[in-house]
């Protein structure tokens, strides 16, 4: 049976046992009757053999003769090394660091996930947070999104990206974190009905927080690197947490996810009863409250008089929030691992491969995570909650990439990924592009009037901040000028 042998992962020196066995070796190896390449006889090396010095995987038969010989000749397979393929494929390739780097680092990333979890989940205060978001502030939320989104069009016509004066990065900076801390309001406001908001805010305010830490305690070190750092002690926090939730669950009964978990407290964490669809599900005593009490503590059920006993399973069928707070430190381990893989892509050394094996391990994981909800009977929303946020890591990743390049690299960067994207799947544009036009045309639209405002400011001069038009030229190279001159920026000086 064939067996496999693990070398070294680096090559050690020789002694002069070794060096002579050597020399034995290729004796033998023109002896044809120790040679393993005549079925026949015998190998000197025995059942094993290890190359020194090699990471691979050496297959071997019971007669020693290698089974990946062939590699070694032109043309031959190269071997697969198992140990390093797997390694690889579920855990990052971490950049080696000093211990109190780990450290300190590990201390830095470790503070947002204890916030989250504190105030979010069901191991902390994450029920009265809940209550508290969707009972005073959640009727907030569309006049807060509609003042948010009033303000960005408005910045973006006049063209706030193009303020290099003083006072212009200054009121821009302003507007910015305007628009940051609003932002962060509208998810939290939203809590009662999309409770994946806050997870979701947890994911693209870790990497700001890993920046800002990296401007304070390490300002000389260039961002690109200082994020390569953060592999392993991103790995290792989402590790600590993903134990610290497994262990809480099983502690105690009422930690344990169960349909009397899923209904306990519905209604405070902001679950709105879905009496209009069930009339009979009502209190007689108060129309807006549901017939029905769970006792934790008790693990039971009360019923009022006349109370269906389908009606657990039925009115707060279409909420997520008890799921989100049990299930809130998991999310949060998935998020780290999730940031922890993509910082090592940002090596110089990182391959095209370690990309391919993440992307194919996160899906398998939020298949896992989606199978194991509905199998527990919560199915309604998990779809829109795990596309929020795959979508929010992404977004959260984006800040990495934003912070570690600058504009030419980031072109640079993307002019060679779209080219490699084009001959990989280039003959599938046509699919693309018909996809993007169903799913984004009411964005498209926007975009195009929103352009459309902005060269009319641009080309009135109502603003003297606007961009500069760029100076139309004729066959000749000769400037065209219209009506209106050509406009300076008269805010960049």
């Keep these: 049976m064939p067996k496999l042998g693990f070398s070294g992962v680096r ?28 079925s026949g006889g015998m190998s000197s090396s025995g059942e094993n053999s290890e190359l020194i010095g090699s990471s691979y995987v050496t297959m071997t038969n019971g007669k020693g003769t290698d089974k990946n010989a062939s590699s070694s000749k032109p043309g031959g397979k190269k071997p697969v090394d198992v140990r390093n393929a797997l390694v690889r494929f579920f855990f990052p390739s971490t950049e080696r660091i000093k211990c109190t780097t780990f450290i300190s680092l590990t201390l830095m990333t470790a503070i947002p996930p204890l916030i989250y979890i504190f105030f ?48 212009g ?38 990497p700001m927080w890993l920046v800002a830490m990296k401007i304070i305690f390490y300002p000389h070190k260039p961002t690109k690197i200082f994020v390569s750092w953060l592999g392993g002690p991103l790995f290792f926090v989402s590790t600590i947490v993903l134990g610290l939730w497994i ?4 502690a105690a009964d009422e930690n344990e996810w169960s349909e009397i978990t899923e209904w306990h407290g519905a209604e405070e964490v902001g ?4 009496l209009e669809t069930y009339p009979e599900c009502a209190s007689r005593r108060n129309e807006e409250r549901i017939c029905f009490e769970v006792s934790l503590d008790e693990n039971k059920v009360y019923y009022e008089n006349n109370c269906p006993e389908y009606c657990p399973d039925y009115v707060f069928s279409t909420c997520l929030n008890t799921f989100i707070l049990w299930s809130g430190p998991l999310l949060v381990s998935l998020g780290l691992f999730f940031l922890s893989f993509f910082s090592t ?4 050394d990182s391959v095209e491969e370690d990309v ?35 979508l929010a890591a992404f977004m959260a990743s984006a800040v990495f990439l934003a ?26 544009f046509n699919v693309l592009k018909g996809l993007f036009v169903i799913t984004c045309l009411p964005i498209v639209v926007m975009y195009i009037f929103l352009s459309f405002l902005n060269q009319c400011v641009r080309r009135c001069g109502v603003f003297p901040c606007s961009s500069k038009i760029t100076p139309e030229t004729d066959d000749s190279g000769k400037k065209i000028e219209n009506f209106l001159g050509n406009r300076e920026n008269c805010c960049t000086y």
Aim: aromatic fraction near 16%.
């Design 11 to 38: 090559t050690r020196q020789r002694s002069s046992t070794e060096l002579a066995n050597g020399e034995a070796a290729k004796a033998n190896d023109n002896n044809p009757l120790l040679s393993s390449d005549n």
């Design 120 to 167: 979010f989940t069901k191991m902390g205060y994450g029920a009265r947070s809940f209550y508290y978001l969707s009972e005073k502030y959640q009727q907030y939320a569309s006049s807060l999104l509609g003042g948010l989104g009033g303000l960005f069009c408005l910045l973006y016509i006049f063209d706030f990206t193009e303020w290099k004066s003083k006072l």
């Design 169 to 206: 990065k200054v009121l821009k900076d302003v507007f910015i974190v305007v628009l940051v801390s609003g932002v962060c309001l509208w998810f939290l406001f939203q809590t009662g009905y999309r409770p994946y908001g806050p997870i979701c805010l947890f994911l693209l305010m870790t």
């Design 247 to 250: 262990a809480w669950s099983f």
């Design 271 to 274: 679950c709105v009863p879905d």
């Design 345 to 348: 892509f940002l090596r110089d």
């Design 356 to 390: 391919s094996n993440f992307g194919k391990l996160w899906l398998v994981l939020l298949f896992a995570m989606w199978v194991i909800a509905s199998m527990s009977g919560v199915s309604a929303g998990l779809s829109a909650a795990m596309i929020a946020f795959t």
């Design 403 to 428: 912070c570690s390049y600058s504009k030419t690299e980031i072109k640079s960067q993307r002019s060679e990924y779209m080219q490699r994207f084009e001959q990989k799947y280039g003959a599938h």
